[in-house]
Each structure stands twice: as structure tokens, then as C-alpha cells.
């Protein structure tokens, strides 16, 4: 059974950066098929970056530019780097493999 723990969110000043781990206990494939979502207060949760079954990179509109998203392989782990951080990225962020979900952590950009 495969279980996700998130980690690196905290608060940060509009303009900042913070990279988000994701770490993966149990076997999977690659870090390619780990994504990363987000969900702001009373809103749904959407995509925010994640890779094609080709291993190309794909992101939100809204965030493309600006975050990045990487892994390791050997350490079973997923990044999400994020710079020019605004206000309207606060949101708790998710990451995601198959039907598989952490427990999310905070992200909080102050202006």
C-alpha cells in the first residue's frame, strides 16, 4: 500500500518561493506518475502540475512559469518548486499517485 506525505509548505510573503516534497512509502513506478493539486477554501481541487504518459511536464495556466515539478527516482520522491509566489496560490496542496492522496500541506502567501 502505497502512502504520501507531503511536506515544505508553510507561510510566505507575495513575490517568495517554497518547494513542496512529496515522499513516497511502498513501490512506485516513477516519480512521473506523482502530481500535485491544490485546493483553496470553498473551492474545488484542481490540477496543478503533473507529467503526460510521456514524461513531459504539464501545468495550470495560472502557474505555468512559475512552478516547476521534478523527482527522484531513488529517493521515491516528488518536488514542486515554486517561485513568485502570489496571494492567490494559498491553498492546501495535495499530492497524488493513481487513487492515492496525502494529507496535503499548507501553502499561505501573504501580500
Known amino acids: 500500500q502505497v502512502q504520501l506525505v507531503e511536506s515544505g509548505g508553510g507561510l510566505v510573503q507575495s513575490g517568495g518561493s517554497l518547494r513542496l516534497s512529496c515522499t513516497a512509502s511502498g513501490t512506485i513506478s516513477s516519480f512521473y506518475t506523482l502530481s500535485w493539486y491544490r485546493q483553496a477554501p470553498g473551492k474545488q481541487r484542481d490540477l496543478v502540475a503533473g507529467?503526460?504518459?510521456?514524461?513531459?511536464?504539464v501545468y495550470a495556466d495560472s502557474v505555468k512559469g512559475r512552478f516547476t515539478i521534478s523527482g527522484d527516482n531513488a529517493e521515491k520522491t516528488g518536488y514542486l518548486q515554486m517561485n513568485n509566489l502570489k496571494p492567490e496560490d494559498t491553498a492546501v496542496y495535495y499530492c497524488?499517485?493513481?487513487?492515492?492522496w496525502g494529507q496535503g500541506t499548507q501553502v499561505t502567501v501573504s501580500s
Open positions: 507529467f503526460t504518459r510521456y514524461g513531459r511536464p
Open positions: 497524488n499517485y493513481e487513487y492515492i
